[in-house]
C-alpha cells in the first residue's frame, strides 16, 4: 500500500502525491527556451520530488544530467582541480550516453592526479559532450547550495555564464536548472563581503523562476481522491482539502505530515483529526520548526518585525531591499499579500506564538502565572469553559491593571489575554489567529481543543455601531465554523465603561459577551 511521505524524494508508485503535470510543463517551456534559472524553496518544500519528475518528463527530448552536490565532500571544492576531478567523476556516473572519445577525456579528468586540470579543461570535454549529443543537453544540480562556502563553485557558475553569453558560437548546455534553499545570488556573500563582490553575482544570467510549488486546495483535493479510492473512507474530501489548506497554505510538508497522522495515528478522516493533526505537528520537535525558529533567533531584527505583526496587529510593508525579510522570504517562512509581510502559513504563525507567550519572561509575567495556576479550574470532562476562562481573565486584568490603566497600549489587552489562555490549553489544544483580522481594532482567536473549537473575537471598544458590527462579524464567522456560541472579548479604554459579562441571543447564536 502507498503511503504519505515527509522524508525524503516522493515516487509515485509509493507514495501519494499531488499531480505534478501542470508545474512540470511550465518548467519544461523554460527548458525548451534555453533559460538557466535556479529554483529556491524553503527546506521540505518538494525540490527534489519535482526534480526526480522532471527528469523523466525531460528524458524523451532532452540528455538529461542531473547530479546532487550533496554527495561532494568539502575536498572536493578546495581547489579548480579537485573540483574538476570530482564533477567529472559525477558526468561519468550519471552521463552513460556519451562518445567513447568524450569518455576518454572523462576519465583523464578525473584522475587529475598531477593537478594539471583546470575548469577551462572541464568546459572543453562539456563543449564535446553537448556537441556530439543527438539531443539538447540539460544540466540538474540539486542540494547546490551546499557549496556555497567554496569560491571554486562561484568560479564554476562565472564560466557557466561565460558559456551561456557565447553559445551562438560555442555548443553548451540547452538549460542549467540549480536547486536549493538560498539563492545562489546570495552565496557570495558568505565567501567576499566587500561591496563589489556583494552585487555582482555570477549567476546574474537567470531566468525568472515563479511556478508555485505549493499545493493548492484541488491539488490536496487530488492526492486525497486517490487515497479515497484506496481505502474507501467515505470522507468529505472537498471539505477536509479546503481544511488542510487553511492550515498550511498549501505547505508541501505540512500537508503530508497531517495526512499521515491521520492515515496512521488517528484513522478518522474528518475535521476533528486535521486539527489534532495539527496540534500534534505543532507541538512536536521536526527540523522545519527549529529551522524556522533558529532564523528568527539569528536575526533580531526579523524577530522583532515577526513580533510587531504578530502581537501588535501592526502593517510589515514589503520592502526588497529589507534583507532580513528578504532572508525569510527564500525560506518561506513569510509571504507578501497586497503588499504586506505575512508569515508563510497559520501552523508556522502558531509556532511562533507560542515560543513568544512561552519565553522565560513571557512565564514570569503575573498574568501567565495567574491562568497557569487557576488551569485546573477551565477543564471538566475534557471540555474547555471558555466562559469560565473569560470571566476569571476580567478579574484578574482588573486586579492587576486596575479598571483605568494609564499609559496602557490598546495591543496590549489581547497580548495579555493569549498569556493567560496560553498555560491554560498548553499540552492539549493550540490556537490561531485569523490573519484578515489581525490589526490594531480587531482579532479573531480560534481555540482548538480536544477536537472542539472556540471563537474569540476581541475588539477595541470604539463605540456602539462599531461593536453592532462585531456581533454580526462574530456571527458570521460561526457559521462558517458551523458553531451556535461564540465569544467577545472587547477592552474598553473609556472612563465610564460598563465592565462584566452577559449573555446576547444574536438570532440563532449565543454571544457572551465580556468587557474589560
Known sequence: MKEFNITGTCYPEKHYMVNLDSRLAQIKQLVDEGKYFSINKGRQYGKTTTLFALEKHLTSEYLVISLDFQSLSCSNFENESTFVSAFSGELLDWCPDMSKSVREQLQKLKKNKQNHYLLLDLFAVIHE????????????????????????????????????????????????????????????????????????????????????????????????????????????ISELSALIYEYTSGYPVLVSHICKII???????????????????????????????????????????????????????????????DLALMYGFVKVTDGNVQIANRMFETRIYNAFLTSRKMQKT????????????????????MELILERFSQVYINLYGEHPEDFQEHEGRKLFLLFLRPIINGTGNFYIEAETRNRRRTDVVVDYLGEQHIIEMKVWHGEKYHAEGEQQLADYLDYHHLKKGYLLTFNFNQEKETGIKHVQFGDKELIEVTV
Open 129 to 236: 559532450l553537448c556537441k556530439e549529443s543527438k539531443k539538447p543537453v540539460v544540466l540538474i544540480i540539486d542540494e547546490v547550495d551546499s557549496a556555497s562556502n567554496n569560491q571554486v563553485f562561484l568560479d564554476f557558475l562565472g564560466q557557466l555564464r561565460r558559456y551561456y553569453l557565447n553559445r551562438q558560437k560555442r555548443l553548451t548546455f540547452q538549460s542549467v536548472i540549480l536547486a536549493g534553499v538560498h539563492d545562489i545570488r546570495n552565496l557570495k556573500l558568505k565567501i567576499r563581503p566587500d561591496s563589489e563582490h556583494k552585487h555582482n553575482s555570477p549567476w546574474n544570467i537567470a531566468a525568472k523562476f515563479d511556478v508555485d510549488m505549493s499545493f493548492s486546495p484541488e491539488d490536496i483535493a487530488g492526492m486525497l481522491k486517490e487515497y479515497e479510492s484506496d481505502h474507501q473512507t467515505g470522507m468529505n
Open 263 to 325: 492515515d496512521e495515528e488517528l484513522s478518522v478522516w474528518n475535521r476533528e483529526s486535521i486539527v489534532k493533526a495539527v496540534g500534534m505537528i505543532i507541538s512536536s520537535k521536526t527540523t522545519l520548526f527549529e529551522s524556522l525558529m533558529n532564523k528568527l533567533e539569528d536575526d533580531d531584527e526579523l524577530k522583532e518585525s515577526v513580533y510587531s505583526v504578530l502581537m501588535s496587529g501592526e502593517r510589515l510593508a514589503y520592502n526588497p531591499d529589507d534583507a532580513s525579510v
Open 366 to 385: 503575573p498574568i501567565y502565572k495567574a491562568g497557569e495556576t487557576d488551569k485546573p479550574e477551565f477543564v471538566s470532562n475534557g471540555h474547555l469553559n
